[in-house]
């Protein structure tokens, strides 16, 4: 339907710019949409075809425009587009197209069949190729059983030793300072899960850094060991930061250099060292954090750095963690302009090296 020719002559100038208007909106809309937007007459002819389903299905619309729909279908699916009850809801459908090379492209779409008054109109598609639309069902359905684990270890410890504290309240006072240290340090994890997940969405939309200062790294770090959960008689933390200066957002360096430590205590369970030294090399600040744990075989270490991604081996399954720690040192250390590599030695230990450029 083309909405300037179908308005009847008696409308009124105002309505009709409005409605113009609207229609170089839906366009413009149509154009930056990221999945396929195409149209159909009452005939199943093509007569809006967007960029994005040029890019899904490699025909341009110059090509497409006023064909039969069921030309570029495998298997003539057409039926399918043609059953979609006119009931103005999105139906969910997969078809596949047929690319110019004779490929088919599985689609999942969302498919309205259109009414104008009694008469059936054509129809509206909306669709992304299957494999995508797949992998962001599969990542959806992970970040939702991942964060509710994460979310649920914590609250099921701070419910078990709330719940302990009321029914004895003749506790020493020993146990209950251990208690409520428990509960605490508990309380906190919850906080920095729901942190992190709230910085991951503040990545997505590019809005990480709010101010860039330079301040001392002993500054930073003071604050990162300082609110660090560890047992000083397991793992011990040496500094060697040798004046150095860190230039970027502080809050943000808290975040990358909180994970990175976290991690390398997490993941030298047996106890050990983990040291921190940093150096200024070719306008750099460059630090490296080495620890003596588990370490992390080589086929690992490329995927690391992904959202969601954990080693899964008898060695980590104990450790909680959600996935995102690195993913975040990752984005964060990319926005300062730097760079975040990792070297690893299975049953040896790993180091993280930040290079992070300086600015005055
Ligand atoms: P998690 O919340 O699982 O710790 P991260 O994104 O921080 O997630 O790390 C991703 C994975 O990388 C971890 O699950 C772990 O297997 C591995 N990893 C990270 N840091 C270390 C380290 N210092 N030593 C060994 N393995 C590590």
Request: charged share 25%.
């Given at each position: 339907?083309?909405?300037g ?6 409308v ?12 170089s ?10 999945d396929?937007?195409i149209?159909l007459?009452?005939?199943?002819r ?24 069921r ?18 809801v999105a139906?969910?459908?997969?078809f596949s ?16 069949a259109?009414?104008n008054?009694?008469e ?7 669709c ?11 990542l ?12 649920k270890t914590?609250?099921a ?13 003749g ?9 409520l240290s428990?509960?605490d ?9 729901i ?12 809005q990480?850094?709010k ?17 660090l ?11 060697e930061?040798?004046?150095v ?8 360096i808290?975040d ?34 080495r620890?003596?744990?588990i ?9 690391i750095f992904?959202?969601?991604?954990r080693?899964?081996?008898e ?25 975040v ?20």
């Amino acid at each position: 339907m083309d909405i300037g020719r179908t308005i009847p002559a008696d409308v009124g100038g105002d309505l009709l710019a409005e409605v113009l208007s609207y229609k170089s909106l839906y366009e413009a809309l149509s154009r930056l949409v990221q999945d396929a937007v195409i149209q159909l007459d009452a005939a199943a002819r093509i007569v809006r075809w967007n960029l994005a389903a040029e890019a899904l299905t490699g025909y341009s619309a110059q090509r497409c425009l006023g064909k039969p729909f069921r030309e570029l279908l495998a298997n003539n699916q057409l039926q399918i587009i043609l059953d979609i009850p006119c009931d103005g809801v999105a139906h969910e459908i997969r078809f596949s197209f047929l690319d110019p090379a004779g490929f088919r492209t599985d689609v999942r779409a969302y498919v309205t069949a259109l009414r104008n008054g009694e008469e059936s109109d054509g129809w509206l598609v909306t669709c992304m190729s299957a494999r995508h639309a797949d992998e962001i069902e599969q990542l959806k359905n992970e970040f939702v059983s991942t964060v509710s684990h994460e979310l649920k270890t914590p609250l099921a410890a701070i419910k078990a030793y709330c719940s302990t504290l009321l029914l004895n309240p003749g506790l020493d006072e020993e146990a209950r300072v251990e208690y409520l240290s428990v509960v605490d340090q508990q309380t906190d994890r919850l906080n920095r899960l729901i942190d992190d997940l709230l910085l991951v969405t503040r990545v997505e939309a590019g809005q990480m850094l709010k101010r860039r200062v330079r301040l001392s790294l002993d500054t930073i770090l003071e604050r990162v060991v300082g609110d660090l959960l560890y047992d000083g008689s397991v793992h011990r933390i040496e500094l060697e930061t040798n004046g150095v200066k860190v230039s970027g957002d502080p809050d943000r360096i808290v975040d990358v250099l909180t994970h990175i430590l976290d991690n390398a205590i997490k993941y030298t369970p047996g106890g050990g060292t983990v040291r921190v030294a940093a150096r200024e090399q070719d306008g750099h600040t460059v630090i490296d954090i080495r620890d003596e744990g588990i370490g992390i075989h080589e086929e690992h270490l490329p995927l690391i750095f992904d959202r969601f991604y954990r080693v899964d081996s008898e060695l980590t399954s104990n450790v909680g963690g959600s996935g995102l720690g690195l993913f975040l040192v990752h984005s964060l250390v990319r926005a300062h302009g730097g760079k975040v590599d990792v070297r690893s030695e299975p049953g040896k230990g790993s180091t993280f090296t930040l290079k992070m450029p300086v600015r005055e």
